[in-house]
């Protein structure tokens, strides 16, 4: 592991933060990242009239970290006027997850802490793969994207090649806007799972009711089950 000089990372971070543009919140901040490559990267913070687009200290870090070549980050002192550790705010602590994940170090004043406890049950990659990779989000074709939300759809059983599959269908309810027509709104394909089916479902409505193979209607849906229909499936 590479030996982290916590003096020089910070004597980096104090020199930077002199250049930082401040002229609102008279607040500088400067920061100094170790790279996994033994090179250290720098960033201050760059106020804007437009108070909600200020460029963190971090983000000039991690900006620099890929414009020199990019690598994981190791280590950061984020300092303030006086040369004092700082803590990254939450956005930036997101930032720096990304870009050194939960064992990176940060600089405070009782010592260094691990990413993983700053930004604990964080949100990174992985929480995409999930849901991209193994397990797609369901499509809505965009010709019904005005439809999410809206209408219900029903799960039910059906046969194919002689075997028991699962299929749906995205149906208009009367209501859903003055003088629309009720009528099937999409068909969806079929799964082995009933539980793929719902998932199906529920990309396109919080409404999906389930119809077992003895027509017994169960509740799918978010939330509490309608009066109509009171056994949650599943």
């Given at each position: ?152 759809v029903f799960v039910h059983p ?77």
């Amino acid at each position: 592991m590479t030996e982290i000089d916590w003096e020089r990372l910070r004597a980096a971070a104090v020199e930077v933060m002199r250049h930082a543009y401040v002229p609102y919140s008279k607040f500088p901040v400067g920061a100094a990242a170790l790279v996994d490559d033994g090179r250290v990267v720098v960033g201050c913070n760059v106020e804007n009239a437009a108070y909600g687009v200020v460029l963190c200290a971090e983000c000039g870090v991690v900006s620099s970290l890929h414009a020199t070549g990019g690598g994981r980050i190791v280590a950061l002192s984020c300092v303030d006027a006086t040369g004092e550790p700082l803590m990254p705010c939450g956005r930036c602590r997101q930032l720096l997850w990304e870009q050194g994940g939960p064992e990176c170090l940060i600089e405070a004043k009782g010592g260094p802490l691990r990413m993983a406890e700053l930004l604990p049950h964080a949100f990174d990659v992985a929480d995409l793969d999930a849901v991209t990779g193994e397990h797609p989000v369901p499509v809505v074709p965009d010709r019904l994207a005005a439809w999410r939300g809206r209408g219900t759809v029903f799960v039910h059983p059906d046969l194919s090649a002689g075997q028991q599959v699962w299929t749906a269908y995205w149906e208009r309810s009367a209501g859903d806007s003055e003088g629309a027509e009720t009528g099937v709104l999409e068909e969806g394909p079929t799964w082995d799972d009933p539980a793929e089916a719902i998932t199906w479902g529920l990309a396109r409505t919080p409404r999906v009711v389930v119809v077992d193979a003895s027509g017994t209607i169960f509740w799918a849906g978010e939330g509490e089950p309608p009066l109509e229909i009171p056994v949650r499936w599943g």
